[in-house]
């Protein structure tokens, strides 16, 4: 078994409450500085950045993750990530018409910039991304796990867009038996006051908007990865995540 230092939830330069500088590769070099060795792209309601953050993850040596952050119609964010890139380019495609049609003012919420793997400007997303979709929780949930996603709630232990805070609970009927804090030191009490995740595996990521909020090499997943290969590593790491 081999540790992995992972960081599976962090946005870029699409997700417009994010920095600019949260570029693929930007994001890539910043994590293998770190020590990193396992990354998620997790941008708002869309998965357009993932392709060239697949290219610049290769560069740096790091294993990719696709994801999104999905935004439920109840406002909490759900943390979707894809074993293959293609799968998740098709759910991106599938909740482009659950977002709400608003048009993005990036003077007011910033720019939702999609480029390519050297990081050129290739177009925007002119789509608000940070509002809520049409998706119910359960809704949410199923769609993305046919699409082969594995699904958990975001940061459970902060007030914005978490389960918690807005739900008042952790409800039983998703099958979530994964959580994601941004800080260790939460999970003791969650797991202490929630029925649900009393037996939850749990990860700590960043939810980074900016490239110094990236985690460092701190949190770790130990996976069989012999004999090695980048695309053996996602699958344990799902099969870890999927409790199998």
């Known amino acids: 078994m ?28 910043m994590a293998a500085l770190k020590g990193l060795q396992i990354v998620a792209l997790t941008d708002h309601n869309s998965c357009k950045n993932c392709p060239a953050f697949f290219e610049a993850c290769k560069k740096q040596g790091i294993i990719a993750v696709a994801g999104i952050e999905l ?6 964010h759900i943390v979707c990530l894809f074993e293959r890139l293609e799968d998740a380019m098709a759910f991106d495609e599938e909740i482009h018409g659950h977002l709400m049609n608003i048009e993005n003012r990036p003077e007011i919420f910033g720019n939702q ?38 699904v958990h709630p975001a940061h459970v232990d902060r007030e914005a867009n978490g389960i918690i805070s807005v739900l008042g609970d952790i409800p039983s009927d998703y099958g979530f038996d994964c959580l994601e804090f941004n800080e260790l030191s939460s999970v003791e009490e969650i797991k202490r ?32 990865d012999e004999p090695y290969s980048s695309a053996l590593v996602r699958k344990r790491l799902f099969e870890y995540l999927n409790g199998r």
């Open 113 to 150: 910039l999609i480029l390519d793997g050297d990081d050129n400007i290739v177009c925007t997303e002119s789509k608000l991304l940070i509002s809520a979709t049409d998706l119910w929780m359960g809704d949410a949930v199923e769609l993305a796990k046919k699409y082969g996603a594995h």
């Open 71 to 76: 935004s439920t119609a109840e406002d909490v």
């Open 2 to 29: 081999t540790p992995y230092a992972y960081d599976l939830h962090i946005h870029s330069c699409l997700s417009p409450c994010a920095d600019d500088d949260m570029t693929p590769n930007n994001i890539a070099g």
């Open 193 to 224: 006051k929630y029925p649900v995740a009393k037996d939850a595996l749990h990860v700590v990521s960043s939810d980074a908007h900016y490239l110094w909020d990236i985690n460092e090499a701190d949190n770790f997943i130990e996976l069989d």
